[in-house]
């Protein structure tokens, strides 16, 4: 047996041999700080055995690729404990993988609802077992012997995990007292990593099937060093803070009543205000960019829905209504009215590319249990287009696409990154079709010098696509634009153009949205500037507040001038101390307060304090003025008057 070590030497076994003793030839220090191991690119428990040829890397504790090892324990670690503190007989297990920043485990605990005060209590006991350094061993079980195993100790749910297993072999983990069927790998052992913290508690469906019981969720993070989960633990409570959930109502921007609009917003003047300069900076660019303009109906012929394909993969997350006997759809997407306009009359490969956009208002069923703020909902608005040409022209049109992305997101400040989705198992057409649209997706990329990653399997039904996921100012991503290359609604709705030569052709579909949903990428701004949008994009841009009852009248003729010139500004004069409705404003995330009393009066100036709280004595109106409304058309995201 060969095994390529992580010096690049080549050394030869004659029988089975573990990552952790070929880390013990290396050194000691790399084996006490080993978490596990990569083998041909497999993450592998360090002292699993290995038997056959392969390439060999230790991977530290410290390691990016340690993290899935260490959390995966973290997740049994808190397992066992809640096992612990409940009792054995009490607790049935579900699952307990890791997630992007950490980890949970699903819990269906006899006569028990955990509540957040009990996460304590919880995190003591695994204190205790990484403490007590428990041996983690992995064991093996033929499938029928596994799942009477577990049926012995009552775990239901494992039974049935078990039983969805096509292997003729199962694998289990055991530390301590504790035993859990998994894949894994695990660290060697419990002690080896300390810095953790259970972070929430959720209900969940087995399986995520609401026919399924409610289980009961607990999240958690872990970190291989203390200022690693200390930097989370901060970015987390200043999240809290940032919630749009939170935020939004108190900033009178939306709501939702959950009573009779689950899932679907209802936006205040303030919030209105917000999305109508979105749509406008779209509208903008969208014109630069050379996309005309279109509408088309909310509800459509369940025969429009047949054809298109979304009856057969996306029914379940439509809306139905009938109406003398036929059906109809609440759209869940625009394509199909885009297709409708395209068929409107006959196309020449002169008018192509053509390029269509709307703002187009969408309904998707979504669980009750995923809705979650403006980011999971069941209405939104999509500013959507679809793009019509030719297949030499498809690499130059996602190309152009990208240039439009770069300056959209440029204008918040947004970085990203892009992924590839390739062909899913439920798709329509051909594998070679598939293979052309997935090459010039690709090439567009390469040309625009844009890196990515491949999400395999991860493709619309009807084509491929890439999603460019923005980074907010804590560091966290958000999936908005998206990109989809698509062969197939041309030929089911059998699109034609005249090409030069006289024949019939089928021009390729590009399905595109850039903020996705503006009502997510609202959510997403409202968190990523804390409610303090830059000026251009606040609701209020100016308050005027008199220090007295004297200084209304001139606060008016302040407010009626700063009208005038397009900045959107309230007079505050309501009957309560200066300092309040300077802390009021404060509050509401207004840019700009300008405070008038009888020294402005006199000498026909105004005071300016920000709302980060810098204050600018005796300017003039016309100074201020001519800088806000500079801020205002280049649509900064800093103040003028830093």
């Known amino acids: 047996m060969k095994i390529k070590l992580p010096d690049g030497n080549i050394k030869e076994y004659d029988s089975a041999v573990t990552p952790g003793q070929i880390a013990k030839e290396i050194s000691e220090g790399l084996y006490r700080n080993a978490a596990g191991a990569i083998v041909n690119n497999q993450l592998w428990d360090l002292e699993r055995p290995i038997d056959f040829d392969c390439e060999l890397k230790i991977i530290k504790l410290t390691d990016p690729e340690a993290v899935d090892i260490y959390r995966h324990t973290m997740s049994h670690i808190m397992a066992q404990a809640v096992m612990r503190v409940y009792g054995a007989d009490k607790v049935k297990f579900g699952i307990g993988p890791t997630i992007e920043n950490g980890f949970y485990y699903d819990f269906d605990i006899e006569g028990v609802k955990i509540a957040e005060e ?81 972070l ?84 903008e660019l969208h014109k630069k960019y050379g996309y005309t303009e279109v ?34 759809a609440v759209k869940p997407m625009n394509c199909p009215g ?8 006959p196309v020449s490969y002169r008018e192509l590319p053509m390029r269509l956009f709307e703002f187009g208002r969408v309904h998707r069923y979504e669980r009750g249990g995923v809705l979650h703020g403006l980011l999971r909902v069941r209405t939104f608005t999509q500013d959507d287009a679809h793009i019509f040409c030719r297949e030499d022209q498809m690499v130059d049109e996602v190309s152009d696409i990208v240039r439009f992305i770069n300056e959209l997101y440029g204008v918040f400040g947004f970085s990203y990154r892009a992924t590839l989705s390739t062909m899913p198992e439920d798709h329509m057409g051909d594998e070679a079709t598939w293979a052309k649209a997935t090459e010039a997706l690709k090439n567009a990329l390469e040309k625009m010098n844009v890196p990515y990653e491949i999400a395999e399997g991860e493709g619309a039904f009807y ?158 109106l016309d100074q201020f003025i001519q800088k806000i409304k500079n801020e205002i058309s280049m649509r900064s995201i800093k103040s003028s008057l830093e």
């Not at 409708?340 to 009359?345: C, E, F, M, P």
Request: charged fraction near 30%.
């Open 463 to 620: 084509g491929p696509k890439i999603d460019f996921h923005v980074r907010d100012v804590l560091g966290r991503e958000w999936q908005c634009a998206t990109v989809q290359m698509d062969f197939q609604m041309p030929e089911r709705f059998e699109l034609t153009y005249k090409d030069s030569d006289g024949s019939e052709r089928r021009p390729v579909m590009i399905h595109r949205a850039l903020y996705g949903s503006i009502e997510r990428f609202f959510g997403i701004l409202i968190e990523h500037f804390a409610g303090a949008f830059p000026t251009w994009l606040a609701p209020v841009q100016a308050a005027v507040l008199p220090v007295s009852e004297k200084f209304i009248d001139y606060a008016r003729q302040i407010a009626s001038k700063l009208d005038a010139e397009g900045i959107r500004v309230e007079v505050d004069d309501k009957n309560e101390t200066l300092g309040y409705r300077i802390r009021e404003n404060q509050m509401k995330k207004v840019p700009y307060m300008i405070i008038v009393g009888e020294k402005e009066s006199e000498q026909s100036l105004i005071s300016v304090r920000t709302r980060e709280g810098k204050d600018i004595q005796g300017i003039q």
């Open 338 to 345: 885009h297709i409708l306009i395209y068929k409107n009359k």
């Open 295 to 328: 509408g088309t109906p909310l509800i459509m012929h369940e025969k429009l829905w047949r054809q298109s394909g979304h009856w057969d993969h996306y029914k379940n997350n439509m809306y139905f209504t009938e109406k003398e006997d036929v059906t109809y």
């Open 200 to 283: 929430s508690v959720s209900g969940a469906y087995w399986r995520g099937n609401e026919k399924n019981p409610m289980l009961q969720r607990i999240y958690g993070t872990a970190f291989a060093k203390k200022e690693e989960l200390d930097e989370y633990l901060k970015m987390i409570e200043e999240a809290k803070k940032r919630d749009h959930r939170k935020l939004g109502p108190q900033l009178e921007l939306f709501f939702i009543n959950t009573d009779v609009a689950a899932g679907m917003p209802i936006f205040l003047p303030y919030g209105m205000t917000v999305l109508n300069q979105l749509m406008t900076l779209s509208r």
């Open 118 to 198: 009990d996460l304590p209590k919880i995190e003591e006991e695994m204190k205790n077992i990484i403490k007590e350094d428990y041996k983690i061993e992995r064991f093996e079980m033929k499938k029928a012997e596994a799942i009477e195993f577990m049926k012995q100790r009552g775990q239901v749910y494992k039974v049935e995990l078990i039983e969805d297993i096509p292997d003729e072999k199962v694998s289990f983990y055991k530390q301590g007292d504790f035993v859990d069927l998994c894949r894994g790998p695990h660290l060697p052992s419990t002690g080896k990593v300390k810095y953790f913290k259970l």
